[in-house]
Structure formats: structure tokens, C-alpha cells
């Protein structure tokens, strides 16, 4: 099982660009999140999503966008990068809510985006 | 409500010494507590977690930690690091709730 797979791993972008950042995992997950990783910090949360056609915003979606077509896709949109945004991104997914029995989610590598 | 402080966000210690990687939580109700690990250019590893069972959780890689009540915290321990163990390691918790909120992390260092 390849688990959580996100792309490209590395991207650099000037201000203004648009790009998005893929996520899939073959796992079956229902739930799926995507948060941010700045220098120093733990994890915020940008979006998450409990299943095929449902996302919600979490503590840091500004400038973001999210869609949830298929239970294996979570992608990730940035539409006018800023320097703020640059940052460590990772993806992750699990059977239930995090919330539930603590369950555990499973993450990507990461991908590393710099805006310039 | 939810939170959770880790002190010290450099840790260094020697090869064969004990490590202590400490984290307190915030909480209203009954927290749900993980420890995870992030090796260099990779995504992070459940350490281990604690879900209200037993309050001294065992670990992957000789690690565990011990839920306090008391004390609100759940510090991470290892007896005798090795130098695989360089890495970033991150406290997290959730009531039930809410996602997950995850620390600000500590690096730890194994100096030979």
C-alpha cells in the first residue's frame, strides 16, 4: 500500500501564482485534512474533509481552496500565492474522525513551498 | 477547549543517556494524547497514543509516556538514546471534539 501520496514534494512560486497540491491515499479513508508546518510551530490545520463532496474550513484557511470529488482525492489550491504562505504542507487521512477513540490518522511526506 | 505546550524546543542529549521530552495539555474534558516523530524530509510517525487505557503507553522504538492526570502532562521518555533517535518530535491532543492541535515541537540531538 502506498498509504498517503502527495505532489510534487518540492515547488517554488512567485507571488500571485496559482498551483495545487495533490493528495491521494488508497486506503479507503473517509476523512482526509490538509495543514501547514511553518518554521518553529506544530501543525495548523487548513481544511479538512469527512467524505466525497464535504470539506470544512479548519483554523487556518485563508487563501486556500479544497475539493473532495473522489474518496482518494483531497486536492489542495492556492490561487494568488503570497510570501506567507510559504510553508511545509502535509496531507493526511483516517477511517474515522480523529475525534472518535483517538484514532490514528496516517500522513504524506510533505511537500515544501516557497513563494518568492 | 484544547491545547498543548511542549518546553524546550531543543533537547540534546548523549548516545546512552536517558531522553525526557515533555508536553502538558489543556483540556476540558478527557484528552485523547499522541506523540509523533519527523525524521528529516519526511511526514511525521505515530509514536504512540494514549485513548484512556493504561496511563504508562508504550511506544514504537523503545519509547513511552505516562499520562498525569495530576499534573496535565504526558511526557515522552526513552532510557537510553540512540542516534537514530535525532529527530522532531511533536505532542498533540484532542478531546473528542476537535481535530487534532499538535505542539510547537522539540528537536531532539544525539551527540555520539
Known amino acids: 500500500n502506498a498509504g498517503v501520496t502527495q505532489t510534487p514534494k518540492f515547488r517554488i512560486l512567485k507571488i500571485g501564482q496559482s498551483m495545487t497540491l495533490q493528495c491521494t491515499q488508497d486506503m479507503n479513508h473517509n476523512y482526509m485534512y490538509w495543514y501547514r508546518q511553518d518554521p518553529g510551530m506544530g501543525l495548523k490545520l487548513i481544511y479538512y474533509?469527512?467524505?466525497?463532496?464535504?470539506?470544512d474550513k479548519g483554523e487556518v484557511p485563508n487563501g486556500y481552496n479544497v475539493s473532495r470529488s473522489t474518496t482518494e482525492d483531497f486536492p489542495l489550491r492556492l490561487e494568488l500565492a503570497a510570501p506567507s504562505q510559504t510553508s511545509v504542507y502535509f496531507c493526511?487521512?483516517?477511517?474515522?474522525?480523529?475525534?472518535?477513540?483517538?484514532?490514528?490518522?496516517?500522513f504524506g511526506e510533505g511537500s515544501w513551498l516557497t513563494v518568492v | 477547549a484544547q491545547s498543548v505546550t511542549q518546553l524546550g524546543s531543543h533537547v540534546s542529549v548523549s548516545e546512552g543517556a536517558l531522553v525526557l521530552l515533555r508536553c502538558n495539555y489543556s483540556s476540558s474534558v478527557p484528552p485523547y494524547l499522541f506523540w509523533y516523530v519527523q525524521y528529516p524530509n519526511q511526514g511525521l510517525q505515530l509514536l504512540l497514543k494514549y485513548t484512556s487505557a493504561a496511563t504508562l503507553v508504550k511506544g514504537i522504538n523503545g519509547f513511552e509516556a505516562e499520562f498525569k492526570k495530576s499534573e496535565t502532562s504526558f511526557h515522552l521518555t526513552k532510557p537510553s538514546a540512540h542516534m537514530s533517535d535525532a529527530a522532531e518530535y511533536f505532542c498533540a491532543v484532542t478531546t473528542g471534539r476537535r481535530a487534532l492541535t499538535f505542539g510547537s515541537g522539540t528537536r531532539l540531538q544525539v551527540q555520539p
Open positions: 493526511a487521512s483516517s477511517y474515522t474522525p480523529q475525534q472518535i477513540s483517538g484514532n490514528t490518522i496516517y
Open positions: 474533509s469527512v467524505g466525497a463532496g464535504i470539506t
